[in-house]
């Protein structure tokens, strides 16, 4: 157990020595030292700055290539098993937020967490009537310790910065990961969007959105029935016929919620993921969920339509429309690079590569700096809110490269796309 720091000087301090000891360790060749260095204190501060160790555990092209297979190795810890909060302290927790002793609102609980991340962690527990739920409880302190991140400059760039956030309206941008990391807190919103998500995927056999257990669950403690599978590495041992049909069923998940829900989920992480039999997921965590508008929505619609048709001229002209860009460089290099985004797409059947997934991180990275030679007269931001679809993408690919199969993704998304001309339902 580890005591939080919460106060935003301390956190911040944390950060810079970590910054000091992980460049003298590479500097010496010492990359598995500086790994675990990061794994151990980014674990510690938990919040935000746990989350961009969580993407660096499994999104490629945000680590060196040369330094990856350290940084993945003792990252990955992050997903699930960051370091825990006292027993004592959680069951405080969850008998304050449910104003009740914890033999009253449980059969059995085990002290023991069955995962434990950035925000909260989430234990295994019976009801009285005797199913079996996962209780989701904040750390203790966390509030204050994701409130000293968010206002710490330095962080919010390095969450921003490895996600092409140089190209983006800085003040805008920053307030769109506030709200979201802010809204992270809120488990009474997270239940309410878990409900919206299990209505929208509850004809789908391949997809399991865990029951919400209302009268169990509140601000800062949420439960839900208890669901298992694989973990993320289990599943990528697999033969090729499981991962082809988990990779078809990740697609639709994402997907289906952009285009027929208008939302998303902002934190793709493959820990959030429990492969089970015959193609089935079943998906937890929806603490950070991207609302995209009905324009929006109808817009990359029209963006999905032109990529299934393989119809370039179309699809160019909705990238444009999507990104509000001006004619010139920027729209071009923006085209050229979308092309490139939606070739699953574009070219399906394919197959999704770590090389691949990588190059699209650089490539967003290199565009943000020749972005800044460009002239005002074609210069254009991105909409704020693509930064955190810009992190679905990233995280999405990286965890379909992983899985290593060739997919038909356009027969996939055609089975669920509503026509081009199709109403906003939901």
Not at 250 to 275: E, Q, T
Not at 400 to 409: K, N, P, Q
């Amino acid at each position: 157990m580890v005591k939080l720091p919460a106060g935003r000087l301390g956190r911040l301090a944390r950060l810079a020595s970590l910054g000091v000891r992980t460049t003298a360790s590479l500097a010496v060749g010492a990359k598995d030292s500086a790994a675990d260095e990061a794994a151990e204190v980014l674990g510690t501060l938990r919040g935000l700055a746990a989350k961009i160790g969580q993407m660096g555990s499994y999104v490629d092209g945000l680590v060196p290539e040369g330094q990856q297979a350290s940084y993945e190795r003792s990252l990955k810890v992050l997903r699930a098993q960051a370091p825990r909060s006292a027993p004592g302290e959680i069951r405080r927790t969850v008998e304050e937020e449910l104003k009740a002793p914890m033999d009253q609102l449980f059969a059995s609980w085990d002290d023991v967490p069955i995962a434990s991340a950035s925000i909260g962690q989430v234990h295994r527990a019976v009801m009285p009537d005797g199913q079996v739920v996962a209780v989701k409880v904040q750390h203790a302190s966390i509030r204050q310790a994701v409130e000293s991140d968010l206002a710490n400059a330095s962080v919010l760039e390095s969450f921003a910065g490895v996600l092409g956030g140089r190209r983006f309206d800085s003040k805008a941008l920053f307030e769109v990961v506030r709200k979201r990391f802010r809204e992270e807190l809120d488990y009474e919103l997270e239940a309410d969007r878990l409900v919206r998500f299990a209505r929208i995927h509850a004809e789908d056999p391949k997809i399991r959105v865990p029951a919400l257990v209302r009268e169990r669950s509140s601000a800062s403690v949420l439960t839900t029935h208890y669901v298992s599978g694989l973990g993320f590495d289990e599943a990528c041992a697999e033969p090729v016929a499981a991962r082809t049909a988990w990779a078809e069923t990740l697609w639709r998940y994402v997907f289906k919620g952009n285009l027929c829900l208008g939302m998303f989920n902002a934190d793709p992480h493959p820990g959030n993921y429990f492969f089970q039999p015959d193609g089935c997921i079943a998906f937890v965590d929806y603490g950070c969920v991207q609302v995209i508008p009905d324009e929006k929505r109808l817009q990359a619609r029209a963006l999905h339509w032109a990529a299934i048709d393989r119809d370039l001229p179309r699809f160019d002209v909705a990238v444009s429309t999507i990104l509000g860009a001006k004619p010139g460089r920027l729209d071009d290099m923006s085209r050229t690079y979308t092309r490139k985004c939606f070739q699953p797409l574009l070219a399906a059947p394919y197959r999704i590569e770590r090389r691949y997934a990588a190059s699209l991180v650089d490539e967003m990275k290199e565009m943000a700096k020749e972005a800044r030679s460009i002239d005002d007269r074609e210069f254009y931001t991105m909409p704020p809110e693509m930064l955190f679809m810009n992190r679905l993408q990233f995280g999405l690919y990286s965890v379909l490269a992983r899985l290593d199969a060739e997919v038909d993704y356009a027969t996939v998304e055609r089975a669920f796309i509503p026509a081009p001309d199709a109403p906003i339902t939901a």
